[in-house]
């Protein structure tokens, strides 16, 4: 039952997606601000999306007009128009990355940018509330003329989004006041009767959600459901079209249902994701396999070097699969989140936090390198919001207790559902090595459960509490430990971590004969540049005992690299004419040593060739 009106989350409480009090959930998100990340794997790419991203990124954004497109409305600066009609929507999402920041630090640099931003931005709100650069001027009275495919909407809900995370960060108002008029307004001009078109780009039914829970106003969750109904969700069967929008579409309902709790709704996320885990996302979490539409692809079409798999759209599958363990708890849902985070996340951002990939191929033969901007540059802020938002996403709280998704060097500082307050603090050298400690100091002794997370990739994890060992720990599951919790008691997890070799199902042919390797939830490729004189495209792993990891502290940021024998055909060897007879050519093939790295890590030092899966013998 949809409740009246919803009591409104304290903004310090409040989780990347704010669902303390939704009764659909079993989960409830811990905020940002609990959870300290410490030195480790993703701190430092914390640090540099703050210190260099974020800034750098502003300084394109202002270099391309898309800032000076705010002022020209207000008046404030008499320029033309730059950039596309959804240009607003990339600096709203730098300003949600920079509200995250403000979660999880005191950092006046960033604070100081995104006041000023603000600034600019609430100036160019017309008195209705309506607030868009594009529909001005001599396209003022043309708004929603084509809700299909000029992205009214999911800029107005990019803004809604950004304006409650510099709320949850600073209590300020001033945007939160500007992004809640412009709902008011959408209010008035959409719904039964009134403009039934729904957005081509769905984004605005999360932000609608979100304000609901931030503000208790019914309207706002009643206009998502309306146009949730418009893009009739609850009647599809599976995933397709549009990549980025499909998966957002699926995290708007998600964010509807733990609200209302609509059967239907819920019915459709399941069939959806069965869809895209069973057969349409890459190894990497990557979704949205054509390049035609950014589209996901038929069932099975996931071809390697012609990939799409955008990074937003492994943005929204992180998204969907975070909310989809908030309502249900099962542990397949942060699997796929996991793997999306350390593959086709992360390879969308370079070590240095300044270039990006708008696609992240699985193979790669040509010129190829990750850039600072994007004519289309909806990827670059939407990794920083990302990025900035992390420390969200490691832990959650339900009536028995606490649960740990995600392992790295961190500390999380929260408390129970009776309010008794509880620290864990992890230890780890994650996702190098599998063992994690867990110090759990409650206030005062107390009774409840601490849920870890064991990986569906690891078969024989190990876990000991105090040095007793548990019993019964399986792969792909949380492992419940209830006792009673003193200060001081320490909890030890070992995910064993060996070179799995992986096989695609024999329907994705392209693949067909072929492996990826993966250790602990890294997957690998080969690149031309660690494997001199191999070439890439060619070459042929060799199955058996021949592996191993080692660690390389000043290669890549410091990665484990894996060793593999392979074989790769002898130089100068004529290949004969493209089509011939089956065994009119034996090419002779060389052994050869091949090094392997992280798939997110390739294409940081120049040009290169590389590849994920790979012929076995």
């Known amino acids: 039952m949809v409740r009246s009106k919803a009591s409104p989350v304290n903004r310090q409480d409040a989780g990347v997606v704010s669902a303390g009090g939704s009764p659909h959930c079993k989960l409830k998100p811990v905020p940002s601000r609990a959870v300290q990340m410490r030195p480790g794997f993703w701190k430092p790419r914390m640090d540099a999306n703050s210190e260099q991203s974020i800034p750098a990124l502003l300084h394109l954004l202002e270099e391309h007009g898309v800032v000076d497109n705010f002022r020209r409305v207000s008046g404030r600066k008499d320029v033309e128009r730059r950039g596309p009609y959804f240009t607003d929507s990339d600096l709203y999402k730098w300003m949600e990355a920079a509200a995250f920041v403000l979660q999880s630090e005191d950092n006046p640099k960033v604070a100081r940018m995104l006041d000023e931003v603000i600034d600019d931005v609430v100036a160019a709100q017309c008195e209705d509330g309506y607030l868009n650069t594009f529909f001005t001027g001599e396209l003022a009275g043309q708004r929603f003329r084509n809700l299909p495919g000029e992205h009214e909407l999911y800029c107005a809900g990019h803004l809604i989004q950004a304006a409650i995370a510099h709320h949850r960060a600073t209590g300020g108002t001033k945007l939160l006041d500007a992004a809640t008029r412009f709902a008011d307004y959408l209010a008035t001009v959409f719904g039964p009767g009134k403009i039934e078109t729904p957005d081509g780009h769905p984004e605005i039914e999360m932000a609608l959600v979100e304000l609901y829970r931030t503000t208790g106003t019914r309207k706002y969750l009643d206009l998502a459901g309306f146009f949730l109904s418009g893009q009739k969700f609850a009647d599809k069967q599976a995933i397709e079209g549009h990549a980025v929008r499909a998966a957002y579409l699926a995290s708007g309902a998600a964010d509807y249902f733990a609200e209302s709790g609509h059967r239907t709704i819920m019915d459709a996320l399941e069939r959806l994701w069965a869809d895209m885990a069973e057969g349409k996302m890459y190894i990497t979490g990557g979704i949205g396999s054509r390049y035609d539409r950014e589209a996901f692809g038929w069932p099975y079409e996931l071809p390697n070097e012609r990939a799409y798999a955008e990074t937003c759209a492994a943005i929204a599958n992180i998204f969907w699969n975070w909310r989809m363990l908030a309502i249900t708890g099962e ?126 990739w690891c078969e024989s994890a190990s876990v000991s509490v105090g040095g007793e060992a548990e019993r019964g720990v399986p792969p792909g599951d949380y492992l419940k430990l209830e006792r009673t919790w003193k200060p001081g008691d320490v909890v030890h997890l070992g995910l064993p971590m060996p070179i799995s070799l992986q096989e695609s199902d024999p329907r994705v042919r392209e693949n067909l004969g072929s492996v990826a390797m993966q250790r602990g939830p890294l997957v690998y490729c080969f690149e031309s540049i660690d494997n001199p004189g191999v070439p890439i495209r060619d070459v042929e792993l060799m199955v058996g005992d021949g592996f191993s990891a080692e660690f390389e502290p000043h290669l890549l940021g410091g990665i484990a690299v894996v060793h593999a024998k392979g074989l790769c055909p002898a130089p100068g060897q004529d290949r004969g004419l493209l089509y011939r007879q089956l065994g009119s050519v034996r090419l002779a093939m060389n052994e050869a040593d091949l090094t392997a790295i992280p798939y997110y890590a390739w294409a940081n030092r120049g040009p290169s060739e590389m590849t994920v899966w790979v012929p076995a013998r």
Not at 335 to 346: A, K, S
Not at 398 to 421: F, P, Q, T
């Open 331 to 456: 542990s397949r849902f942060a699997d796929v989140m996991e793997r999306t985070l350390y593959n086709g996340f992360l390879s969308g951002v370079s070590l240095d936090g300044t270039c990006y990939f708008y696609m992240n191929p699985l193979a790669c033969f040509r010129e190829l390198q990750r850039q600072p901007w994007y004519g289309c540059t909806c990827c670059p802020p939407n990794v920083e919001r990302m990025i900035a938002s992390l420390p969200g996403y490691f832990y959650s709280a339900s009536e028995e207790g606490i649960w740990v998704h995600l392992y790295d060097n961190s500390r999380l500082d929260w408390r129970l559902h009776d309010g008794r307050k509880v620290s864990l603090e992890q230890k780890a050298d994650y996702p190098w090595e599998g063992s994690v400690e867990i110090a759990v100091s409650p206030e005062a002794p107390a009774e409840f459960a601490l849920f870890l997370r064991i990986p569906g």
